[in-house]
Each structure stands twice: as structure tokens, then as C-alpha cells.
């Protein structure tokens, strides 16, 4: 009744990239254009990566995403690379000056381990003195808690590519610690549920994110609480991090510095 390629189709409406989210794209898009190549890892039905491409990025691009339907829709642009896989198989060595993770696709790394596994396959598809730039939900501003019925915003009406008219809206299942399970649900206008989607997410505050991302050997460049890159501050909602791995060109950098 509401298939997978459905709810990839369903994402790109809710959630479309540029028009929808401007000040995501205000950040995203120059790191992306200023580098030669660019692995974005969680990148969905590819919707940023196709935009890259229409506004001339000319160098490599790639999209990583274990969702099969939403790489169906990805694929439809044939001049960007799409792979199946999680983050932790991003592949090593591949030398990419920049990797992004956008649309909070970092929360959906809910443990230590999964953190560290796609951390470590990260850092290592990076050139040294590459870039890691993303964002995870400040947990400070509680976001779970608007995703309620009760809440007007969280409930939309909407029409499908195939003309059909739906509402969707998010229920919360758990919060235990900084892990949250909620679902969405896709209903006729008559109320009769066509599909449940679950998901699980982590909120990792400051100090418990920097301790992950200096593990596996980044060091923080910049971290800011909004998308035109305020400080974090005790009402920001995001963490947007623009991480760096050390290494060679660092160095090199550094000596050319020194010398000149
Ligand atoms: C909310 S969507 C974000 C999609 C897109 N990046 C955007 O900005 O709209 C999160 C994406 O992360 C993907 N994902 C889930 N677990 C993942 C993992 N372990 N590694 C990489 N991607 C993952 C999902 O399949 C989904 O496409």
C-alpha cells in the first residue's frame, strides 16, 4: 500500500534539498563546490550531491547509503557515484578532501560502536588534512518532544508523485538516555494507516561528540549552533561540526608557513 520506493519519494517532498532548507545548503554547498572530492556519507535519495552537479561541481562525487530505495531514486543522475553500504564501509584510502553527513543522518549512529566504526572508516577515506563537516540535534533543545500529534507542526498533508493525498506524523516510542525510538506513520485522509516507519536516533552532547571525534583522530575546525555559524549557545538546536583530519598536509602546510 505505501512501498519503500514510496517513502523515498514521501522524503524528497517533506525534505526537499535548496528550497526546502536553504540555510543547510547555505553551509553545505560552498565546502562542497571548494572541494575537488566529496563523499557524502547517509546521503539519501542523493538530493544534495545532484545539486552539487547542476551547479558545476566538475570533480568526484560520491553518495554512500544503505536505504536501496532511496539509492533508486539517487541513481536517476548517472555523473555521481552511488554505493550501497553503510558509513563504516566507506571505502579506505579513497583520498576525499571532503566527507559531509547532512539531514542529521550522524544521529542514526546509535551506539559507541557504531560511532567509532564509522568514525575510523571516515577519517580513513579522508586525505590527510581532509574535512569531515555535519550536524547532530543539540540534545538541549529536546527536539523528540515536538514530534507528537499534539503538536499542529508535526502533522502535514500532503500529495504523493502518484497524485495521492496523505498525512504523516511522528510518534515517540522511547527516550532512554540520549537514545530515542520514535515512528512516523502514513495515512489515507481517512485516517486508514498505510505504512509505519521506525526509527532510532542518538542526541550525543558537546563534550561526548568531541571526545569521539578527537578518538579517532579529528580535531574540531569549527562548531557553531546555527547554519550562518553562531557559537553553540544554551538555546542553539544544532551541533554543526567541521572536523579536520591531521596528518601529512597539515604538516606540510605548516612547514610552507614557517618557510615563507
Ligand atoms: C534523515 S536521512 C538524511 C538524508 C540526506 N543526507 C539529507 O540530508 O536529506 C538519514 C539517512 O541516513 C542513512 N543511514 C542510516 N544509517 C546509516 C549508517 N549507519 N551509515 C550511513 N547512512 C546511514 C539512512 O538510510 C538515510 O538515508
Do not use: K
Not at 550536524?135 to 538541549?140: A, D, I, L, S
Not at 596528518?247 to 605548516?254: K, L, N, P, Q, Y
Request: hydrophobic share 40%; with cysteine.
Amino acid at each position: 500500500m505505501f512501498s519503500d520506493d514510496d517513502a523515498a519519494a514521501m522524503y524528497d517532498i517533506l525534505n526537499p534539498w535548496g528550497p526546502g532548507r536553504p540555510r543547510e545548503e547555505g553551509f553545505y554547498l560552498p565546502l562542497i563546490m571548494a572541494a575537488e572530492s566529496v563523499l557524502d556519507v547517509g546521503c539519501g535519495t542523493g538530493a544534495m550531491l545532484r545539486v552539487a552537479r547542476e551547479r558545476g561541481h566538475r570533480g568526484r562525487l560520491t553518495g554512500l547509503d544503505p536505504d536501496r530505495a532511496a539509492l533508486r531514486r539517487a541513481r536517476a543522475r548517472a555523473d555521481v557515484t552511488w554505493v550501497e553500504g553503510i558509513a563504516a564501509d566507506a571505502e579506505r584510502g579513497a583520498g576525499h578532501d571532503l566527507v559531509t553527513m547532512t539531514g542529521h543522518a550522524f544521529q542514526d549512529l546509535v551506539t559507541d560502536e557504531d560511532v567509532r566504526g564509522s568514525l575510523a572508516a571516515i577519517h580513513a577515506a579522508l586525505r590527510p588534512g581532509g574535512r569531515f563537516a555535519f550536524e547532530t540535534r543539540h540534545p538541549q533543545a529536546r527536539a523528540w518532544e515536538t514530534w507528537t500529534r499534539t503538536n499542529p507542526a508535526d502533522e502535514v498533508a500532503f500529495s504523493d508523485g502518484n497524485g495521492r493525498d496523505l498525512r504523516y506524523w511522528h510518534e515517540v516510542d522511547s527516550v532512554d538516555g540520549d537514545v530515542v525510538a520514535f515512528h512516523g506513520t502514513v495515512a489515507a485522509p481517512d485516517g486508514r494507516v498505510l505504512r509505519v516507519l521506525t526509527e532510532t536516533v542518538r542526541f550525543l552532547d558537546v563534550p561526548a561528540l568531541n571526545a569521539l571525534l578527537a578518538a579517532a583522530g579529528f580535531t574540531i575546525e569549527g562548531q557553531y549552533g546555527d547554519w550562518e555559524r553562531g557559537p553553540i549557545t544554551a538555546s542553539s538546536r544544532e551541533i554543526i561540526t567541521v572536523a579536520r583530519r591531521a596528518g601529512r598536509a597539515d604538516t606540510a602546510e605548516r612547514a610552507r608557513t614557517i618557510v615563507g
